[in-house]
């Protein structure tokens, strides 16, 4: 099975930087994916890491060390749109298609 | 846009009358996901579809099933709704379900059992 430890919640400023920290256990991993999820809406997919080190997509950047079982998402220059949930989800194979799993997720509040 | 679409978005149902939530997406993917989300938890898978190939997840109750009539649409029947099954129903889609690929989520039916 996979299980997966992410904080249960962060705050920060805006304009700040905040790192939100994802460990795993998985069998059969693929790779670690990042979603946000505003109150009420749709999770929306952020990054993706299938192989170690950093990928950045503007103010996000995600990390991943598969030795470590560990990956974090990067959240630079933060607005208060950022508040949100954000979910770190590993993707493993299950039946005949990739499936994810999800932390519990990280409520991130930003403050005026 | 292209998009996947959840209706309807609020469902009520009484205590053990079945119920069906639909989900289409004009993406044209291959494979169409169900999640169950509860508030301030993860989306739990409960089952995908890999064209016409159904695969249900080891714990999702008996009480769920699916349908997939054609590409477009997936429909999730709740045979005997439980006070425990009141959350949000999450429909996503992913190309193929290989590689990086992205999944696309609607944007949910929040399901209330009275």
């Known amino acids: 099975g996979q299980s997966l430890e992410q904080p249960s919640e962060v705050t920060a400023v805006e304009g700040a930087i905040v790192q939100i920290n994802c460990t795993y256990q998985?069998?059969?991993?693929?790779?670690l994916s990042w979603y946000q999820q505003h109150d009420g809406g749709a999770p929306t997919f952020l990054s993706y890491n299938g192989l170690d080190g950093l990928e950045e997509t503007g103010r996000f950047s995600s990390f991943l060390s598969r030795s470590d079982s560990y990956g974090y998402l990067l959240l630079q220059e933060l607005q208060m749109k950022d508040s949100a949930s954000y979910f770190c989800a590993v993707s493993a194979f299950s039946g005949s298609a990739r499936q994810l799993t999800f932390g519990s997720g990280t409520q991130l509040t930003v403050l005026p | 846009d292209a998009m996947v679409i959840q209706n309807p978005r609020y469902q009520v149902t009484q205590f053990g009358k079945p119920v069906t939530l639909s989900c289409s997406q004009t993406l044209n993917h291959n494979v169409m996901y169900w999640y169950q989300q509860k508030s301030s938890q993860a989306p739990k898978l409960l089952f995908h579809y890999y064209d016409k190939d159904f695969n249900n997840e080891a714990d999702t109750p008996d009480n769920f099933q699916s349908r997939r009539p054609n590409t477009s649409f997936c429909f999730l029947d709740i045979r005997s709704p439980g006070l425990g099954d009141a959350a949000m129903y999450l429909c996503a889609t992913s190309r193929d379900g290989q590689g990086r690929e992205t999944q696309y989520f609607g944007p949910g039916t929040r399901l209330l059992v009275l």
């Open positions: 998985t069998s059969g991993f693929y790779g």
